[in-house]
């Protein structure tokens, strides 16, 4: 598995093949990123049931200037804190192993704020599950922030509270919502 874009591009991510974690597909990954176009330079990103971290990974590539890790498997984290020393990168992240949704309000009791949250829940989540977890999400995004949900494409429209729905696409069984705060008199500097 390898990071598509930045200055890491070509840089491989340890990863173990018998893991629990599914990483996001490297056409996927680089298609999000594509997306996302050159608004990831100076963001702050969290990465929620991040795995291997391949989405944070790309983003640090890309320019992002910090990246949360979190994910509550002991596999996950042996593998976040093994790439981010692999890729010389230990200084800019942040690793927590701990359950999304407390995740969220240990965040948000800090008060961390971030530019861009990528979510990978295992497809088997439920649609209600995937509410309820983010159900608070809004409460650690900037004014502008982007959550980018990785779902199974059989999932109808994911209302998630204090967000709109700025763009979807599947690529093969994947699709990818891209979510903004429905806060009024933001600047919008996303380009979907």
Do not use: H
Not at 150 to 162: A, F, Q, R, S, V
Request: charged content about 30%; hydrophobic content about 40%.
């Amino acid at each position: 598995m390898r990071i598509t874009g930045g200055f890491l591009k070509g840089r491989v991510l340890s990863y173990r093949e018998k893991s629990e974690c599914r990483p996001t597909q490297s056409k996927v990954r680089e298609a999000i990123f594509n997306i996302l176009a050159t608004d990831i330079e100076g963001k702050n990103v969290a990465d929620f049931f991040a795995g291997t971290g391949a989405l944070g990974f790309e983003a640090l590539s890309r320019g992002a200037v910090s990246v949360t890790f979190v994910d509550n498997s002991a596999d996950a984290i042996k593998m976040l804190k093994r790439n981010a020393e692999i890729l010389g990168v230990e200084k800019s992240v942040r690793i927590i192993k701990m359950e999304t949704t407390m995740a969220i309000k240990k965040l948000r009791r800090e008060s961390v704020k971030f530019d861009l949250i990528f979510a990978d829940p295992p497809y088997k989540t439920s649609m209600e599950k995937i509410k309820s977890i983010f159900f608070d999400i809004e409460m650690i995004m900037n004014d502008n922030g982007i959550f980018l949900l990785e779902t199974d494409k059989n999932y109808d429209d994911i209302d998630i509270t204090g967000l709109e729905i700025k763009k979807e696409k599947t690529y093969g069984s994947t699709r990818i919502w891209i979510y903004q705060a429905k806060r009024t008199g933001c600047c919008v500097s996303w380009k979907f």
